[in-house]
Nanobody
Framework: QVKLVESGGGSVQAGGSLRLSCAAS??????????MGWFRQAPGKEREGVAA???????SYGDSVKGRFTVSQDNDKNTLFLQMNSLKPEDTAMYYC???????????????????????WGQGTLVTVSS
């Protein structure tokens, strides 16, 4: 059974840091799984792309997190990380991990409708940043 499990969310004050993890399991083949990325959804807002590791190993970020967040993978490429620094209250959201071949495409995670056609999602981990 294909599964994505996020962890690492929590409450932090503005300016603080958190590190999220997403463990992928159940895939017979990494190429079937595709690439992995992070999204977030705040109450009353659409789900937006945050960051992804693309097919050529490069990384892509949403404008609102560029320079503050860093996405990476472990050597086996089964775990995706998101290091979040200089957190702001507007970063408060449920953060979701996704896996899909579309995320391998250059710049996909930055698209306004990036989340729409993705197949596999984790259950989410909540990040709350207080001022």
């Amino acid at each position: 059974q294909v599964k994505l499990v996020e962890s690492g969310g929590g409450s932090v004050q503005a300016g603080g840091s958190l590190r999220l993890s997403c463990a992928a399991s159940g895939y017979r083949d990494r190429y079937i799984r595709g690439c992995m990325g992070w999204f977030r959804q705040a109450p009353g807002k659409e789900r937006e792309g945050v960051a992804a590791v693309e097919g050529d190993g490069s990384t892509s970020y949403g404008d609102s997190v560029k320079g503050r967040f860093t996405v990476s993978q472990d050597n086996d490429k089964n775990t995706l990380f998101l290091q979040m620094n200089s957190l702001k209250p507007e970063d408060t959201a449920m953060y979701y991990c996704a896996a899909d071949p579309l995320l391998c495409l250059e710049g996909w995670v930055r698209r306004e409708d990036a989340a729409k056609d993705l197949d596999t999602w984790g259950q989410g981990t909540l990040v709350t940043v207080s001022s």
